[in-house]
């Protein structure tokens, strides 16, 4: 499957070890991993300054994401398409990789539920998923 994640989760992959960082490391090795520049972007930003990780943290961090995804270049919508326009970016991502689902802990993405046959889920819910799949 082609999976598009949203910065969010990649975030919580890279400061917990919990459950996104578990899904993430399956996802590499059962799927095909998306995301865009500006989820790049937006990690490298959150990472320094929420975070407040290192510039060298960083640095590996994004070369270990592209390493192990693909980076899609997104389409314009037809129209606004989430509550919040920032997160149609996003959304955008995930269509233009054709993903087959779309994860994140975004509410205003969530609530949408699908879009264009992708459907959005949070982490959680999509390890559910995977885990009655096998």
Not at 15 to 35: D, K, P, Q, V, W
Request: net charge negative; aromatic share 10%.
């Amino acid at each position: 499957m082609k999976i598009f994640f949203d910065t969010n989760v990649l975030i919580a992959v890279f400061i917990t070890r919990g459950a996104s960082n578990e899904l993430f490391e399956h996802c590499i090795s059962e799927h095909i991993i998306y995301i865009s520049e500006q989820v790049v972007n937006e990690f490298r930003t959150n990472l320094a300054g929420k975070f407040h990780f290192s510039e060298n943290e960083i640095s590996h961090a994004v070369k270990f994401l592209r390493k192990n995804a693909v980076i899609v270049v997104p389409l314009p919508l037809s129209g606004r398409v989430s509550r919040d326009p920032d997160d149609d970016n996003i959304i955008a991502g995930a269509v233009a990789g054709k993903a087959d689902c779309l994860i994140t802990g975004d509410w205003d993405i969530l609530a949408l539920k699908s879009f264009q046959g992708i459907p959005i889920l949070k982490p959680a819910d999509f390890w559910k998923f995977e885990k009655e799949r096998t």
